[in-house]
Structure formats: C-alpha cells, structure tokens
C-alpha cells in the first residue's frame, strides 16, 4: 500500500489521479500514523509555506512517524514542500526547524535576479542529472518537468544530490539517500517524463 500522506498542506489529488492512471490500486490518502506505518510506500506532497506546513505536520501528530517511515529505510517520495521539509530550515520561515532527515538549509531565489526573472519560478525547465538511478532510470539527462517555487534546497551533503537545474542561479532540485527521493518539481504535472518517474518509485516498492 502507497500512503499519500495527509497533513492538510499537500495537493494529495493530482498525485492519487497519476498514480491510478499507472494502474496503482492501493493507494490511500491517510493522516492515520498508524495506517503510515503499515504503508509499504509513502509520498509527502506539499504546497504553501514551510512554516505552516511544519505546524500542520506537527499537530497532525506525523512528524515523528514520518521520521521513523524514513529511518525503516522503506521507499518515500517528497515532493516540491515535501523536499523542503525533510531539511533542517527555511529561509521563508526563519526559526521552524524542518524534519532534519538531510542537512542544508532552503533559500530564497536571490532578489537581486527579480528583475530578469519571475519569481515564482513556474513553468517547464531542464534537468542536468547527478544520478541515473531511482527515480532516473530512463531519464534522459536534459528532461523537462513542471516547477512551481520560490525557495531551492542547498544541500549540504553533496552525495545525496541527484539532480539540479538552473533558474538565474543553479541550485538542487532532487535528492536521494537509499530509498529516500524528493523533488522540488511535480512529476505529477510532467507529462510523460514525470510519469516515468513514478513508475519507476513504484517499481522500487516491488523490488523492496
């Protein structure tokens, strides 16, 4: 069973509709922390700020199961805010610790760029990947995904980086640490490339 992980921050939906259209029967959308640690997958999808969506993870009473989810080394995906929130802190929310799964910090796309590009950063952009593995397998590397931000992850142990894009500066966009993945961008709004990806986080639960 995949958990989609219902903490009242996330766009749960458009992943349950891209999973099924995969042909993934067992799919729940759950802020049970009991149904999470009996889930054999769990995805933490995410939207809005940092700071409210560590309030609502807290008194959802999931930030210690997610953690343990995490640390049963069973496969998870974070996506866009669900990458943020496995760092330790965000520039948005200056003062709300993270979950503190990976070390580095989330910054802001530098001011000084706002006058040649939008910020948000939203629209289609490029991937140069550091991995091929995981969630990449059959990726070409120089894939277009979907974007939706305003702060990128700088991750400070470089091993776990997998890819990265530029947008005014270069910066993180996915990270993987055993069958730890998260993303900054919506494989779920990607098209095909994005779809692969979830095939391929879905096959990595049959292999586990």
């Keep these: 069973m995949i958990a989609l992980i219902d903490y009242g921050a996330g766009n749960l939906h458009s992943v349950a509709n891209a999973l099924a259209f995969l042909g993934c029967r067992d799919v729940r959308i759950t802020g049970s922390p ?37 640390g049963a080394d069973k496969p998870f995906l974070g996506i866009c805010l669900g990458l943020h929130m496995l760092f330790e802190g965000s520039e948005e929310s200056p003062g709300v610790p993270g979950l503190g799964i990976l070390q ?23 991937l140069a990947l550091t991995k091929t593995e995981g969630l990449y397998r059959g990726i070409e590397q120089g894939a ?54 979830l095939q391929n986080f879905t096959e990595s639960i049959a292999q586990g």
């Design 144 to 197: 277009y995904v979907y974007f939706v931000h305003s702060y990128y992850v700088e991750a400070q142990d470089r091993q776990v980086v997998s890819a990265r894009t530029e947008y005014g500066i270069p910066f993180d966009v996915s990270v993987q640490r055993g069958n730890l993945h998260a993303v900054q961008f919506h494989p779920e709004k990607s098209g095909r490339v994005g779809l692969r990806m």
């Design 104 to 126: 580095g910090q989330i910054r802001r796309i530098p001011k000084e760029y706002d006058w040649e590009i939008k910020i948000p950063h939203m629209g289609w952009n490029s």
């Design 34 to 70: 009991r149904e999470l640690s009996r889930a054999d997958a769990a995805i933490l999808p995410g939207v809005g700020s940092f700071g409210h969506a560590m309030e609502c993870l807290q008194k959802s009473g999931l930030v210690e199961p997610v953690r343990e989810f995490i």
